[in-house]
């Protein structure tokens, strides 16, 4: 059986489809859920589907002793599903080609620090672009710039508002996160 660790901040929609997706899988298991956020919907998630979890603070994240907890679930696969701390450098050499992250616009493209979630569909609006899309990469040292595994594109209208841009790309990241999660493990 192969485990994965969803480290996730918000509402935890793209978690809840990736439960979905591997529920009853025989290859593929959830075993962790972790957060910095005492109040992410996540959490009430990984409660509700009876999934482990876990509250972290920048001190157990950024001690390596926390490769101990990863190492206990026998964690084959991280998964950033809307998680806004930077992993650090210990972590990333750890699990080299082994944490990936979605990102909601079309990389190189509204990424970095700073762009997630609600920043990056009003800076796509603001600039009257005519197509979005999400990113799934590999994470690197660098936020947003490991190599890129999918694309997707979404087409924006002069109608479209960051939320209704924001719903189109949610859409689209529950539709296919978890079929490239299946892909590489
Ligand atoms: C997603 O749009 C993801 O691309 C971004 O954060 C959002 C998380 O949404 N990194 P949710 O918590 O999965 O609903």
Not at 46 to 64: C, P, R, T, V, Y
Not at 94 to 116: C, D, E
Not at 127 to 141: F, L, M, W
Not at 169 to 175: D, N, P, R, V
Request: no cysteine.
């Amino acid at each position: 059986m192969k485990k994965i660790i969803i480290f996730a901040s918000g509402a935890g929609s793209n978690a809840q489809a990736i439960i979905d997706f591997f529920r009853g899988s025989k290859e593929v298991t959830i075993a962790l859920i972790l957060s910095n956020k005492k109040e992410a919907g996540v959490l009430n998630i990984a409660q509700a589907e009876e999934i482990d979890s876990m509250l972290i603070d920048k001190k157990i994240i950024e001690n390596d002793n926390f490769l101990k907890i990863l190492n206990d679930y026998q964690t084959d696969l991280i998964v950033l599903a809307g998680y806004l701390w930077k992993i650090p450098d210990y972590l990333i050499r750890a699990y080299k080609n082994r944490i990936i992250n979605i990102h909601p616009s079309l990389l190189p493209k509204y990424g970095g620090k700073g762009m997630y979630g609600s920043h990056v569909h009003k800076a796509v609006i603001e600039n009257n672009e005519k197509e979005s899309g999400i990113t799934i990469h590999y994470v690197n040292e660098e936020y947003d710039q490991g190599e890129i595994l999918l694309q997707e594109k979404v087409e924006v209208t002069l109608v479209d508002t960051a939320e209704s841009l924001a719903k189109k790309i949610h859409t689209l990241e529950h539709a296919l996160f978890a079929q490239v999660i299946e892909k590489i493990i």
